[in-house]
Every structure is written in C-alpha cells, then in structure tokens.
C-alpha cells in the first residue's frame, strides 16, 4: 500500500488529504509516522490547501474544517481525518449530525479534547519576566500552541511574551498582536526569574480563598493536577506555596 506522507504542518496535511481524495489512497503520514515500503513525499502548497479548505468548507461549512484542525493538533492520524473527509464530501451539511459513524464522532471527540485543553491552559498560564520578556512554561497533552499563542497575542498586544511547550521543544512569541510559532529547546538549567510576579500571584490567591467553601474535590477537577507543576500559587492546602502543588 501507497502512503502520502506531509511535512507535519497543517497545509502539508490538506495537501495529502487532498491527494488522498484524489488518487483514492487511504494512508496519510506524518513526519514522525512509520515508513513504509511505498510511500509519496507530498508538496506542501499553500493555494493547494486553501482551494482544499474552500472545497470543503463550501460542502460541509466551517465547523468541518475547525473540528478537522482541532482533531489534528489532537493527534489524530491522517488515515482517521481522510476517512472524515471523505464522509464530508457525502454528507455534506449533514456530517455535524452523522454520530453513527466512528470517523466523525472521533474527530469530534479529539476536536473538542483539543479546545478543552486550550482553553484550559490559557487559565493556567503563570507568566515571569525574563528579561524584556515574560516568558510561561506549559506540557499540554495535545499540540495546541497555535491556539493558546493566538489568544494570549490578542490579549496582551502591548507586551512581548512567550508560551513555551516543554514537552515539544515549541515556542509561541507573542508581541504587536500577532504570534509566530519558533523552536524553543528545553532549558538545560534553572533560569533565574523576577520573583516580584509570582510572589503576586501567590499574595492574589491567600486573598481571595475563603476557607469556609474550600472544596478540594472540585478545584482538582477544574485544576487538573498534569497543570500544577507551572503554577506558582498553591493549588491545594496547606503552607507549601513553591507552586509544585501537594
């Protein structure tokens, strides 16, 4: 069996999925997706991928394509988000509501674990000021820096900030309102950080907790504790406020 493999970008992947579509080929692999003993290289093409978009977009709407996006920095493979795309081009308008099919409602499922996760982690971003910069160390469980970069470049347009994904060595730099994503290894040593920030964060927190409606059950479960390790103000009880939580 043929496969396509893209470059990992989001336009390399509309460019294989395009291909697939076309040439009647189910496997689409991504960089780090094993070889196999056939395989094409795809061009990433950016017309290509937006006459791609505009196809799809024009049969099924909008959500299609977000939730296609949503799903890939999710993880899904390309055989499961070619399949979608097929089933896309069926039903069209219809696919929103096709639940009986396992391709959509994984995509479905990924898509929304996805915005989760990033709506999440822009919550839970501690930002310290290295620098001119303020800088945020994350370990997302899913690849959704484009998502969080573009929020926090919206939110803060007057500052130069920097979201930094340990786990993929990935970085958003965020400044004048827009975001690029860079290639941030992780630090081989301890940084020193303003402490004045997080000292802030932590003052914030003792003032605002009411200890009559401590509800420990609940905050773990909106403050996930995979989140805690970047927080510097104390996610649980007790005296401890290095930020690494209980």
């Not at 479905?108 to 709506?119: G, N």
Request: proline residues 5%; hydrophobic residues 40%.
């Amino acid at each position: 069996m043929t496969g396509l493999r893209h470059d990992g970008t989001f336009d390399g992947l509309l460019c294989a999925l395009d291909e697939a579509l076309l040439s009647g080929l189910t496997r689409v692999l991504a960089p780090e997706d094993p070889p196999l003993f056939l395989e094409e290289a795809v061009r990433t093409d950016g017309g290509r991928a937006r006459r791609f978009t505009a196809r799809l977009v024009a049969a099924s709407g909008t959500e299609a394509v977000r939730r296609l996006w949503l799903a890939s920095l999710a993880g899904a493979s390309g055989d499961l988000l070619s399949a979608y795309c097929r089933r896309a081009f069926v039903l069209g308008r219809a696919l929103a509501d096709d639940h009986g099919q396992d391709e959509v409602r994984q995509v479905h499922r990924l898509a929304r674990a996805a915005s989760v996760e990033a709506h999440r982690l822009a919550g839970f971003l501690r930002f310290a000021r290295r620098g001119e910069v303020w800088y945020a160390p994350c370990e997302p469980d899913f690849a959704v820096l484009p998502i969080v970069g573009n929020h926090i470049a919206r939110r803060f347009p007057d500052s130069n900030r920097i979201v930094h994904d340990l786990r993929r060595e990935r970085a958003a730099l965020c400044r004048d309102g827009r975001f690029t994503l860079i290639p941030l290894a992780r630090p081989t040593s301890a940084v020193e950080d303003d402490e004045a920030f997080p000292r802030l964060w932590r003052t914030y927190f003792r003032a605002v907790t009411n200890e009559a409606r401590r509800n420990e059950v609940l905050q773990r479960s909106r403050m996930p504790r995979r989140y805690w390790e970047h927080l510097v103000e104390e996610p649980e009880g007790g005296d401890d406020v290095s930020g690494k939580g209980c």
